[in-house]
């Protein structure tokens, strides 16, 4: 049989993009363990030892332990579990660390009193974004498809008479069926298979302006303000093939840009004098952030009856304004000699108190829905970092660590793509706790030292590649390896 290939073009000038939602702001208000070697073998158990340079991004009085002035800088190679997709590797090096902090020593003769003031700098990766999904959705049975959701998305289009880029897409390239010519009925198809293919990639970076305070080498203070920029970018593909024989691909794309701030007050305290045991306390603001979004995509309809299709649509940047929550956290350190150091800490932030703020006055009812989805379906989220670096010998060191990480999704989140809005993609993944492994060596040599250290994470979720509350979940996992290598100067 002949097949016919019809292309439209269909290019929208877009006012807003309507695409955030809460898994966006659970994904913008976390990070990954990443800084220095030495931070990274002992699985960032650091804010009551103190002492690395890295440490001033959770607890600025980390630094106020130093008395020699130190220069670092840090990169790695990540691994991620799945291979690459959609033209995409499953490595990617990365420049995940770069500073100095500059002791300036009081000379106070007495042991009483300010010792040490020290000034600091640093730039760190807080979140690496690159990741790999390959899945095929199970449980479609012939009946369910997202073709139903798109066709409920069409009639409320229909019906209101103004089209979102996601239903403008399917009405454009025939994806569904319609009945009536002046008022459309739209309906779907249920589908044999379908398949989704995902990289996500970019960073959140951080940028540490850091003063401490040394008082009688038994209270340390901290102060920072944090400047960050997000550069986050994903492609997808979904794609499913219909029990009439119809396949179709949606290719979609989305990127955020933008940058931000907060302020993070740390502590560390000596309360024996004469005991290493030392206890931390820190406080960080909420990070408020100014963010810009684009989306868009391309619908491929595959159809040796009707004839083939592909059209394709993008939105306009949008920019809005989104705020972290505040986080808060205790940490205990213990030395024993110069050959044993023990670190622990917690830490907790509220991500249902995320929040976002329009520029555009006449959108503000778009984000108060995102905003009570939030406040619904995302919980605190619970960090548990343990640590411990044995010194067999003086310039020789090895290092263990682990992380637990809850959460901050409840089990229940589903995701609403709105029929007027521009967000294409209607998957979203419900998220489990994230576990982390790491180990290190490092060694000291006359005026600087050079450490390495190998991180795993594992981290498993429910997918869901559209909204029906009979489609069971299909199961992803974000595992992936870090090996990451730091040299370091001290004078």
């Known amino acids: 049989m002949k097949r016919y290939i019809l292309t439209v ?6 006012a807003s993009s309507f ?22 073998g002992l699985g960032g158990a650091l804010d009551a030892l103190g002492g690395d340079i890295s440490v001033m991004g959770s607890n600025p009085a980390g630094t106020a332990l130093f008395k020699k002035t130190d220069m670092a800088v840090t990169g790695s190679v990540l691994f991620t579990g799945e291979d690459g997709q959609l033209g995409h590797d499953r490595t990617r090096a990365s420049f995940d660390q770069a500073g100095i ?12 009193g300010l010792q040490y003031i020290n000034f600091g700098i640093n730039y760190q990766k807080k979140k690496n974004h690159f990741a790999n999904a390959d899945l095929a959705i199970e449980g479609l049975d012939g009946t369910l498809s997202q073709t139903h959701q798109i066709a409920t998305m069409a009639n409320a289009s229909a019906d209101n008479n103004y089209y979102g880029m996601l239903t403008a897409l399917a009405d454009e390239g025939a ?23 995902r990289h996500t990639w970019g960073s959140t970076t951080q940028y540490d302006f850091n003063v401490s305070f040394n008082v009688s080498n038994q209270f340390f203070w901290g102060l920072n303000l944090g400047v960050y920029d997000i550069d986050y970018k994903r492609d997808a593909a979904y794609s499913e093939m219909g029990v009439d024989g119809v396949q179709y691909v949606f290719d979609n794309w989305y990127d955020t840009n933008g940058d931000g701030f907060d302020i993070k007050l740390g502590m560390i305290v000596r309360p024996f004098v004469n005991s290493p045991f030392r206890f931390g306390l820190t406080v960080h603001t909420p990070t408020w952030y100014r963010l810009e979004d684009c989306n868009g995509s391309t619908l491929s309809v595959y159809n040796s009856v009707a004839g083939n299709s592909q059209v394709w649509d993008s939105a306009d940047p949008y920019e809005y304004k989104y705020r972290t929550p505040w986080k808060f956290g205790l940490s205990l350190g213990h030395t024993v000699g110069n050959f044993l150091a023990l670190g622990a800490q917690y830490e907790v932030s509220d991500l249902s108190t995320c929040h976002y703020t329009s520029y555009d006055w006449d ?3 778009y984000f108060d829905m995102m905003n009570d989805k939030i406040d619904n379906q995302l919980k605190a989220q619970h960090t548990l970092r343990l640590g411990v670096e044995v010194k067999p010998v003086e310039n020789l060191a090895f290092r263990l660590g682990y992380n637990y990480v809850s959460s901050p999704i409840k089990e229940n989140a589903w995701k609403e793509t709105f029929y007027d809005g521009y967000n294409t993609e209607t998957d979203f993944t419900v998220w489990k706790d994230t576990h982390r492994i790491t180990c290190g060596v490092g060694y000291r040599f006359n005026g600087g030292y050079f450490d390495v250290a190998y991180q795993y994470q594992t981290q498993a979720g429910d997918f869901y590649a559209f909204d029906d509350t009979a489609l069971k979940s299909t199961e992803i996992k974000n595992n992936r390896s870090q090996l990451s290598a730091t040299l370091g100067f001290r004078f």
């Not at 073009?9 to 877009?14: G, L, R, S, Y």
């Not at 955030?20 to 990274?40: E, H, S, W």
């Not at 902090?101 to 009483?112: A, E, G, I, R």
């Open 101 to 112: 902090v500059f002791s300036m020593n009081q000379y106070n003769k007495s042991k009483k």
């Open 19 to 40: 695409a955030q939602d809460q898994f966006d702001a659970a994904n913008f208000a976390t990070g990954d363990l990443n800084g220095t070697a030495r931070y990274v």
């Open 363 to 365: 959108n503000d009812y």
């Open 175 to 197: 994806l569904l069926n319609v009945e009536g010519e002046d008022t459309k009925t739209y309906s779907g198809v249920g589908a044999e298979s379908a398949a989704y293919k």
């Open 9 to 14: 073009f269909a290019v929208a000038a877009c």
